[in-house]
């Protein structure tokens, strides 16, 4: 699956890079990023670039849809099922 460590970096990204403080970033890890406000069009490719620069992970156009990319679970379920098929 993935690990506190993954959450974290994640969750810091994107409190740093959306301008967020730890008081605003108080939703669980199934809350919308989209529907938040947190994320719009060219949040998605910041968080892609993301993805692959510190992951390893690289997204295809295909694949950035909200069912991958919409909450930190779903990003994070995302990044474990890419680096299953990576590792295979």
Excluded: H
Aim: hydrophobic share 50%; no cysteine.
């Amino acid at each position: 699956m993935f690990s506190d460590d993954d959450r974290t970096r994640l969750r810091t990204f994107l409190a740093s890079n959306f301008l967020l403080s730890d008081e605003e970033f108080p939703f669980d890890d199934d809350a919308s990023l989209l529907a938040a406000g947190v994320v719009d069009s060219t949040g998605v490719l910041e968080l892609i670039l993301f993805l692959d620069e510190v992951f390893g992970v690289q997204v295809a156009d295909a694949e950035a849809t909200p069912r991958n990319l919409d909450s930190v679970r779903r990003i994070l379920e995302f990044v474990a099922r890419k680096r299953s098929v990576d590792a295979a």
